[in-house]
């Protein structure tokens, strides 16, 4: 039954719309390459190898160029990213940050001037409208193990995570899949391979992750595929990097007889984007399609005749081409006292298990942030400076969803110095009780961190309610809750002399009790420094 199950539905798999080419505002006589699609999908860059307006001119150059979506949802006419990111005659970008302000490009350079003696990658970022100059990240044994004339990459976009390819073969012809991870110090592990689930005697490269930090595609020349270079995507089994699903071919929709490589994909999961030689204009030209148009029934592995055995096969592995879904939080960073935006890091955490999952830097000028959290996760988000206190936020994406955009998460900082007053958003507790639910602990396990890098420090907490029940059932609960977190503050070894507990019930709102929004509002609990 499985076996016919294959053969009624590739005949409708065939009639899904095919990759469409994206036109001549952005292929043209030459080669495009490399496309990598913004957060948002607003913008494209890409690699245009050897058009005279390059840095280096025609002969033999790699330029970083993009294009944007116009008002009519059409891309406009490609232009050249800055000089900043277009010094050296092969340019690369491998890496855009969700909020367009990072980006990771080839070669490793140390106050812009590019070491000419080494392969490697670099971080720029850019400030206000202007970049800056690129600094060669330091991941160990790079530049010695690249022998080939290849080299691609893909950040996370945690920024924790680089899986790279390349060849430690002089002359190249079977490059590798690579991963290097950052550790809590900011410094990134030597290189490991992804291993045989990934990796084969064939050329694996140009590989992409997508938003969801877990599924991973990546193009190959190995057998089971439609001919040349074809896309294939796996999907890393748990926490760990080292441990894949098996490969699946994208099938016939994107990939064809000539060379597909370079996949790229909208955070929506709406389009994807790649290079190829099929249809195009005379060389590699970019193209897109609707993502929902991959199905794995009609691109088998190995020929129709082996699908029963898909079919079979563990769970895990009849993965769907489409990632986990994602959000894109938004909004800005500013100074409490002064209403200022700020630069500061931006820390998110899987509230659950207190597990960093990212960081992310607000713009300097205008404070504002942007990052990608998939589906399945409540999240804690922070901002973080040296001698600032972060308001922190919860994101609650544990309920599985549709992508979209989620604007308006402002955060807040404040001076850590007496009279400081913030509220504890990430405290909760248990419905009309004073018990701690146990999301609580990581923020309340930062402040016990403050208290101990500050050993004079004192502090008052205070507990709020809504105006809903009696004065005196209010004015208990809020004074059971303060005490409750004080409870906390002394069990993990501050001294109780150093924290004063009060309850204010419904007397001190902070807005409109007559809202559900108002009233969530209301329910709070405030950290205030009495004494530095």
């Known amino acids: ?166 060849s430690e073969k002089k002359g190249g012809g ?26 084969t ?53 994107i990939n064809s007889k000539e060379d597909e490589m370079y996949y790229t994909m909208e955070s929506s999961g709406e389009y994807a984007y790649f290079a190829s030689k099929n249809n195009s204009m005379g060389k590699y030209d970019l193209f897109r399609i609707r993502v929902e148009d991959l199905t794995q029934e009609s691109t088998p592995n190995e020929g129709v005749l082996q699908a029963t055995t898909l079919a079979e096969e563990r769970k895990e592995e009849e993965q769907p081409i489409v990632p986990t879904k994602v959000a894109i939080i938004s909004g800005k960073v500013t100074d409490l006292t002064t209403g200022k935006p700020i630069e500061v890091r931006i820390i998110y ?39 600032l206190l972060g308001v922190s936020k919860s994101i609650d994406l544990t309920i599985p969803g549709q992508y979209k955009e989620i604007t308006g998460q402002d955060l807040e900082t404040a001076p850590i110095k007496a009279g400081t007053a913030i509220t504890l958003n990430n405290v909760f ?27 004079n420090m004192a502090i008052e907490v205070q507990g709020h309610t809504d105006n809903v029940g009696s004065d005196n059932a209010n004015m208990r609960l809020s004074q059971q809750r303060a005490d409750a977190v004080k409870a906390y503050f002394v069990e993990k070894g501050i001294a109780t002399d150093r924290i004063t507990s009060t309850g204010f019930g419904e007397s001190r709102p902070v807005a409109s009790n007559e809202t559900t929004e108002g009233q969530a509002k209301n329910r709070r609990v405030e950290f205030v420094i009495l004494r530095k």
């Open 1 to 166: 039954m499985k076996r016919y199950l294959v053969f009624f539905l590739l005949p409708f798999s065939l009639l899904a719309q095919k990759a469409e080419p994206l036109g001549t505002a952005v292929n043209s006589e030459y080669n495009e390459l490399h496309p990598l699609i913004s957060a948002d999908g607003k913008t494209l860059f890409f690699v245009r190898a050897g058009h005279p307006s390059n840095t280096k001119g025609k002969e033999h150059s790699n330029d970083i160029w993009y294009t944007e979506k116009g008002k009519d949802g059409k891309w406009v006419s490609a232009k050249r990213m800055p000089r900043q990111l277009n010094r050296d005659r092969y340019n690369d970008l491998f890496y855009i940050s969700p909020d367009g302000n990072t980006a990771i490009i080839r070669g490793e350079y140390e106050k812009g001037v590019i070491n000419m003696d080494k392969v490697g990658l670099s971080i720029i970022k850019k400030k206000g409208s202007v970049w800056q100059n690129p600094e060669a990240l330091k991941i160990p044994g790079l530049s010695k193990k690249v022998k080939g004339p290849i080299l691609t990459a893909t950040m996370s976009n945690n920024g924790k995570v680089i899986i790279l390819s390349f």
């Open 174 to 199: 079977d490059d590798d899949l690579y991963v290097t991870l950052m550790d809590k110090q900011g410094n990134w592990s030597e290189l490991k391979s992804l291993g045989k689930d990934i990796n």
């Open 201 to 253: 005697g064939d050329v694996e490269c140009s590989p992409y992750l997508s938003a969801d930090n877990s599924t991973l595609y990546f193009a190959s020349n190995r057998k089971g595929g439609e001919g040349g270079y074809d896309i294939w995507m796996s999907r890393r089994r748990g926490k760990g990097w080292f441990s894949w699903t098996k490969p699946v071919n994208l099938g016939p929709h």
């Open 349 to 387: 955490e899987d509230m659950e298990d207190g597990e960093e999952l990212g960081v992310a830097t607000s713009d300097p000028i205008t404070g504002e942030y942007k990052i990608v959290l998939p589906y399945g996760k409540r999240y804690s988000i922070r901002p973080e400076s040296d001698n």
């Open 429 to 455: 507790f248990e419905f009309a009780k004073a018990t701690l639910e146990k999301e609580s602990f990581l923020e309340l396990d930062r402040l016990i961190a403050l208290l101990v890098k500050n050993p």
